[in-house]
């Protein structure tokens, strides 16, 4: 069974997961794996998968140029990895990323392959329109039901796909996110504070990667704000965006306004590797405090459970779902500010009276091995269908 996967982007939550599921997937008794990639997909090096590195890259350190490229890219790669499905004979296109703008332009090049089409619906709805909204979900909703497969990560998500599409029950499979694994940090907690000026005595709350606006960070300062008595220490480490209210410069005002100058800390570049374990030591809980229209499965929540921190989250529907089925932090009752700085209480008051979390019956239930074993479950039923 050959198999080979699309990843449109070179790295970042999808990227990881790619890299982590052909991995898993790699190591199948008769399974072969190929990446289509990009030139500088990050995990390129450090794959023992073969990847077929030919997509067009879309990143660019100029804002209007990557702009660009990512536009052309939403034509040229999809037909490059159907291009490469068909030169290597492959059985199923695993599509990481769905360029559903474009869609109309390659999909009888998808449908009538000698191949299956399959995707990992992350996002089952996109929050943003690149061009058209409409056009986008109409097509979006197309190549759902032109699908032989989906995969999704919560019943919640499953049920919103088969809405969106309207699509039967058959099509749709829930597989785990495994752990996102990092370096351990030979450094101490004592170490890492006086480093980063933070006083010893402060419990530490982490929001940890890039800073969009469906992250909720604002709303997170705010609630922090509120908290009068224990107030944490907020560390914010990532990259964020270049405006809007996600921005370093709209985050820092906020810290300003409410005065919470010695309470947070704002780190705004991307964290390399070999720092994130140092950043999950510091933290006594990380902070997942997404607005509650973000659908998809979270991988800082999994680099969490490696880290085996505790988690705040907010009731966006798969966190939730996922959280509440295991014993690993709080749910907030809501995404605004008020019901946040609860949550943080009461999971401050769970820390306080040493609360025992199961990370382990999470890590067990949530591998990249059964995460394939289920993925190769639908690659040869379907593969059946049609034998």
Same mark, same amino acid.
């Given at each position: 069974?050959?198999?080979?996967?699309?990843?449109?982007?070179?790295?970042?939550?999808?990227?990881?997961?790619?890299?982590?599921?052909?991995?898993?997937?790699?190591?199948?008794?008769?399974?072969?794996?190929?990446?289509?990639?990009?030139?500088?997909?990050?995990?390129?090096?450090?794959?023992?998968?073969?990847?077929?590195?030919?997509?067009?890259?879309?990143?660019?350190?100029?804002?209007?140029?990557?702009?660009?490229?990512?536009?052309?890219?939403?034509?040229?790669?999809?037909?490059?990895?159907?291009?490469?499905?068909?030169?290597?004979?492959?059985?199923?296109?695993?599509?990481?990323?769905?360029?559903?703008?474009?869609?109309?332009?390659?999909?009888?090049?998808?449908?009538?392959?000698?191949?299956?089409?399959?995707?990992?619906?992350?996002?089952?709805?996109?929050?943003?329109?690149?061009?058209?909204?409409?056009?986008?979900?109409?097509?979006?909703?197309?190549?759902?039901?032109?699908?032989?497969?989906?995969?999704?990560?919560?019943?919640?998500?499953?049920?919103?796909?088969?809405?969106?599409?309207?699509?039967?029950?058959?099509?749709?499979?829930?597989?785990?996110?495994?752990?996102?694994?990092?370096?351990?940090?030979?450094?101490?907690?004592?170490?890492?504070?006086?480093?980063?000026?933070?006083?010893?005595?402060?419990?530490?709350?982490?929001?940890?990667?890039?800073?969009?606006?469906?992250?909720?960070?604002?709303?997170?300062?705010?609630?922090?704000?509120?908290?009068?008595?224990?107030?944490?220490?907020?560390?914010?480490?990532?990259?964020?965006?270049?405006?809007?209210?996600?921005?370093?410069?709209?985050?820092?005002?906020?810290?300003?306004?409410?005065? %919470? =100058?010695?309470?947070? /800390?704002?780190?705004?570049?991307?964290? +390399?590797?070999?720092?994130?374990? &140092?950043? @999950?030591?510091? !933290?006594?809980?990380?902070?997942?405090?997404?607005?509650?229209?973000?659908?998809?499965?979270?991988?800082?929540?999994?680099?969490?459970?490696?880290?085996?921190?505790?988690?705040?989250?907010?009731?966006?529907?798969?966190?939730?779902?996922?959280?509440?089925?295991?014993?690993?932090?709080?749910?907030?009752?809501?995404?605004?500010?008020?019901?946040?700085? %609860? =949550?943080?209480?009461? /999971?401050?008051?769970?820390?306080?009276? +040493?609360?025992?979390?199961?990370? &382990?019956? @999470?890590?067990? !239930?949530?591998?990249?091995?059964?995460?394939?074993?289920?993925?190769?479950?639908?690659?040869?039923?379907?593969?059946?269908?049609?034998?």
């Amino acid at each position: 069974m050959k198999i080979l996967f699309y990843q449109f982007f070179p790295g970042g939550g999808i990227g990881r997961y790619t890299h982590e599921l052909a991995t898993a997937l790699h190591q199948e008794p008769g399974v072969e794996v190929e990446v289509a990639c990009s030139p500088d997909f990050h995990h390129r090096d450090s794959s023992s998968y073969p990847i077929w590195p030919r997509l067009f890259a879309v990143g660019h350190r100029i804002s209007w140029v990557r702009r660009i490229r990512f536009l052309l890219a939403q034509w040229i790669n999809p037909l490059c990895c159907l291009w490469r499905a068909k030169q290597s004979e492959v059985d199923v296109i695993h599509f990481s990323n769905i360029n559903h703008l474009t869609y109309p332009f390659w999909r009888l090049w998808a449908c009538y392959g000698s191949f299956r089409i399959v995707a990992t619906a992350h996002d089952v709805r996109r929050a943003k329109a690149i061009l058209n909204r409409a056009w986008e979900e109409y097509w979006l909703a197309q190549f759902y039901r032109d699908a032989d497969a989906l995969f999704v990560h919560s019943t919640l998500q499953r049920r919103d796909l088969m809405s969106f599409g309207r699509l039967g029950e058959q099509t749709s499979h829930i597989v785990p996110m495994g752990d996102f694994a990092f370096p351990e940090t030979g450094a101490n907690v004592d170490s890492l504070k006086r480093k980063l000026k933070i006083p010893s005595n402060r419990t530490v709350g982490l929001c940890f990667g890039m800073v969009r606006d469906d992250k909720n960070v604002p709303e997170l300062i705010r609630a922090l704000g509120l908290l009068k008595n224990r107030r944490p220490f907020l560390i914010v480490a990532g990259k964020m965006t270049e405006s809007g209210p996600s921005s370093r410069e709209s985050l820092q005002g906020l810290v300003e306004r409410l005065g %919470l =100058g010695d309470d947070v /800390l704002l780190l705004d570049s991307f964290i +390399e590797t070999e720092e994130v374990g &140092e950043f @999950y030591q510091l !933290a006594d809980f990380a902070c997942l405090t997404y607005r509650t229209d973000f659908t998809s499965q979270s991988g800082v929540l999994n680099v969490a459970m490696h880290f085996a921190c505790p988690v705040l989250a907010t009731p966006a529907p798969t966190l939730a779902e996922t959280v509440a089925q295991y014993e690993i932090g709080t749910v907030c009752d809501d995404d605004t500010a008020e019901a946040i700085c %609860l =949550g943080m209480t009461k /999971l401050i008051d769970a820390l306080d009276g +040493e609360a025992l979390f199961d990370f &382990e019956a @999470y890590r067990r !239930a949530h591998s990249w091995k059964e995460n394939a074993r289920l993925t190769v479950s639908v690659y040869r039923r379907i593969l059946a269908e049609v034998s």
